[in-house]
């Protein structure tokens, strides 16, 4: 039974789950939903995910909403990247908490308003650069010495903590700040099967961004 995931190139909550299933070698195909001309904000997809957001997984008459939740979702399908103990399942689920509350939310956001909403510089973006950065502190601390975050392999920790790392000059990081979480991103590029996320989901470049 193949998985259908809605999303679109520019998200990296999207791309977590779209990696994971990359990563699996999963029967999986991605459904553009066109988030910059407005879609999320419609009736029709309204009714597919009420919040409003990507991503949503499609697995026969299962729907699922929110990158976490369908993490796990895939883990359980995919238990190369469960955690195989209840000590790891805990941490794996520390880590992913973490994430979306204090590196994804920071992260996303910044780059939104950056690269997109295109805000420049303001007491916002100061504000979350600021949260972002101390979320990086501590993930380059945690990783030294590590060459994944919970487990010695990839779980689905990595790869929600990974989903907005691979575009470091959208949100004005140099990872040779980091040499940790660098190493950890090379490790992550290294897997077989590995895809950008501008190149793994539809929607880039943006026609706008086209040079005429």
Same mark, same amino acid.
């Given at each position: 039974?193949?998985? !259908?995931?809605?999303? +679109?190139? !520019?998200? /990296?909550?999207? #791309? &977590?789950?779209?990696?994971?299933? @990359? ?28 919040? /409003? ?9 299962? @729907? ?37 509350? &204090?590196? =994804? ?5 910044? %780059?939104?308003?950056? !690269?997109?909403? &295109? ?5 916002? =973006?100061? +504000? ?16 030294? /010495?590590? %060459? #994944?975050?919970?487990? *010695?392999?990839? =779980?689905?920790? *990595?790869?929600?903590?990974? /989903? ?21 991103? !090379?490790?992550? @590029? ?8 501008? *190149? ?5 470049? %943006?026609? @706008?961004?086209?040079?005429?």
């Amino acid at each position: 039974m193949s998985y !259908q995931l809605f999303c +679109f190139a !520019q998200s /990296g909550n999207a #791309y &977590k789950a779209a990696l994971l299933l @990359q990563l699996a070698g999963a029967d999986w195909t991605p459904r553009f939903v066109d988030f910059f001309n407005g879609e999320t904000r419609t009736p029709d997809y309204r009714a597919i995910n009420p919040m /409003g957001e990507v991503p949503v997984l499609r697995h026969g008459e299962l @729907q699922l909403s929110q990158s976490g939740v369908i993490l796990d979702y895939l883990a359980a399908q995919f238990p190369q990247f469960a955690p195989t103990t209840e000590d790891e399942r805990r941490e794996n689920l520390r880590w992913i908490l973490f994430d979306n509350h &204090k590196l =994804t939310a920071n992260i996303a956001t910044l %780059r939104f308003l950056l !690269q997109f909403a &295109k805000t420049g510089e303001t007491p916002v =973006t100061a +504000f979350l650069r600021g949260r972002m950065l101390a979320a990086l502190k501590i993930l380059e601390a945690h990783l030294a /010495g590590r %060459r #994944y975050v919970v487990a *010695d392999r990839l =779980t689905t920790a *990595d790869l929600s903590l990974c /989903g907005y790392l691979f575009w470091p000059a959208e949100f004005g990081v140099d990872w040779a700040d980091y040499p940790a979480i660098h190493a950890w991103l !090379q490790r992550i @590029q290294g897997q077989p099967g590995w895809v950008a996320p501008y *190149d793994l989901m539809p929607g880039h470049p %943006r026609p @706008q961004d086209v040079a005429g």
